[in-house]
């Protein structure tokens, strides 16, 4: 059975690079699931722009086969059309599948762990067509791959964190590599550090930026479709026991994009639900 | 003869009965939230014989009575910890098992584990030749051990015979 579930994980979905799960909501982040551990995910991520607001939900999941790998599917559904560019930090319509390897954990002191977590996944087309520019193409799959690395305590967090995206050719269309970066400051003030049956609250500052290469359709380049973007705002995470809501809203510091091609992006946000099945053995 | 006999092994078993851990205080390093707490309480609760379990984030302690006639090893906390991908530290427990050996090389069984440790005094002027061969009751620190291993040395701050 497990096995079964391992590989259904591993060859059926894609991963999403976002690391939802009780850390940052819209940033790469290093923890992954305890051994077998079962966690659930959903939430709604939307992004506005000049051309309506694109909304996507959907269910994530993960599985801890020891302390430091976990396997991860995110199956979201996209609502809404904005033309907008290609993204890896919000999710969009593709079906992804992963697995998550921490392979460096260093614990220095009560409460305090350094570490680092690499990722790989499988993206593939989801049924829901893409809105704008991206919906005229033919989609293949893509591989993504993301590295994050940090530092966790009881009173502040940082982690930074790299993703990237390539996609395979489709009747003679591809659609854009993406290159997407995050950086995530976290805090806990002294009076919330509290036991861990009251509810537990930690704040975040996070900056995100991708850069989307050319999209590829009938063959040619379409010019002046590579974007780049840069994204800063606020995000909240509180988790009582085993469950995580998590909360958070980015407005543009720089959007290099067409907009002839695209719709001009003016707010992103996201709430995300988690819920953490831990195994008693 | 017979009933001396029977006697006899019921004392033995009543005993071995009653060698087991009794609290172990267990300082883990790496839980910075509340899901981290959560996930060893989980972890340590499915353990047999575990009757409560305390954890406290700021401090890293995770408090673990258990119940009588309980069959729980060290081996088993640790694991709990290993599992959930954090790293346990130094262990105070109470526990009652044989001492054996002689006064010089002294070990503790607890007996219905395969927990056995070699005992060292925390402090000197403490005399334990008089209760080797019995069932005592020993209140003291493992050692943190490397990662899947178990101290094989017990510091024992107290030890006193069982009643």
Known sequence: ?281 | MKKTLVTGTLALCSLAAHAEYQQVNLTVFGMDCAPCAHAIHVSMKGIPGVDKVDVDLNTGLVIIKLAPDNSATMRQFNQAVEKNGFTHKDATVIARGKLTGTANAAFFEVTGTQDRFAVVPAATGIDIAALLGKTVTIAGVLPQAPKGKLTDTLRYNTITEAR
């Open chain 1, 1 to 281: 059975m497990k096995s079964l579930m391992v590989l259904a994980c591993a060859f059926a979905l894609p991963g999403v690079a976002v690391a939802a799960d009780h850390g940052p909501v819209f940033s790469y982040a290093t923890p992954v699931n305890s051994q077998r551990e079962l966690s659930f995910d959903t939430g709604i991520f939307g992004r506005s722009g000049s051309q309506g607001t694109q909304l996507s939900t959907g269910s994530g999941f993960g599985y801890g086969i020891t302390p430091h790998i976990t396997v991860n599917a995110f199956l979201p559904a996209m609502f809404g059309s904005g033309a907008l560019p290609e993204s890896r930090i919000v999710p969009g319509s593709e079906w992804s599948a992963g697995a998550s390897w921490r392979f460096q954990h260093s614990v220095t002191s009560v409460g305090k762990r350094i570490e680092s977590t690499a990722s790989l996944g499988l993206v593939v087309p989801g049924p829901q067509q893409e809105s704008g520019v991206l919906a005229n193409l033919h989609r293949a799959p893509g591989v993504a791959a993301t590295l994050a690395t940090g530092f966790a305590s009881r009173s502040q967090y940082a982690w930074v964190g790299g993703g990237y995206t390539r996609f395979a050719e489709a009747s003679h269309d591809r659609r854009p590599d993406t290159i997407s970066w995050s950086g995530v400051y976290g805090y806990r003030p002294a009076r919330l550090r509290r036991g861990y049956d009251k509810w537990d609250y930690r704040g975040f500052a996070e900056l995100t930026g991708e850069h989307t290469g050319n999209v590829r359709t009938t063959g040619a380049i379409l010019p002046a479709s590579s974007t780049t973007t840069l994204w800063l705002g606020p995000s909240v995470l509180a988790i009582f026991k085993n469950i995580a809501i998590s909360g958070g809203v980015q407005a543009p510091l720089l959007r290099d994009a067409s907009e002839s091609i695209y719709g001009r992006e003016h707010v992103r946000f996201a709430i995300n639900f988690s819920y953490l099945k831990y195994s008693a053995h």
